[in-house]
Nanobody, 114 residues
Framework: VQLQASGGGLVQPGGSLRLSCAAS????????MSWFRQTRGKERELVAT???????NYGDPAKGRFTMSRDKAKNTWYLQMNNLEPEDTAVYFC?????????WGQGTLVTVSS
């Protein structure tokens, strides 16, 4: 199993970004994918989780601003982030839970700054 996260970058406050996490190695439609983020000196923080049914739950920082989705055919999950704030600056990671095993993507940096 390999996870490839992408889509990070520099964006101004109030802007939007869409992160992608592409999984390879099998079919993952029934598995749980999560997005976490981490800033220096802090623990990773849950941003959003999507279970196999497609239902998503969001951590407090994401509620009302972020939306998680997926393309089952592409084994790719997305995190649409709107109305970004400087406090959203972090490295964003995707995490796959599959058959009791946990897999992490390499992280993609999001910087929100004017």
């Amino acid at each position: 199993v390999q996870l490839q996260a992408s889509g990070g970058g520099l964006v101004q406050p109030g802007g939007s970004l869409r992160l992608s996490c592409a999984a390879s190695g099998s079919n993952f439609a029934s598995n749980t994918m999560s997005w976490f983020r981490q800033t220096r000196g802090k623990e990773r923080e849950l941003v959003a989780t999507m279970i196999g049914s497609g239902a998503a739950n969001y951590g407090d920082p994401a509620k009302g601003r972020f939306t998680m989705s997926r393309d089952k055919a592409k084994n790719t999950w997305y995190l649409q982030m709107n109305n970004l704030e400087p406090e959203d600056t972090a490295v964003y990671f995707c995490k796959l839970l599959r058959r009791g095993n946990i897999y992490w993507g390499q992280g993609t940096l999001v910087t929100v700054s004017s």
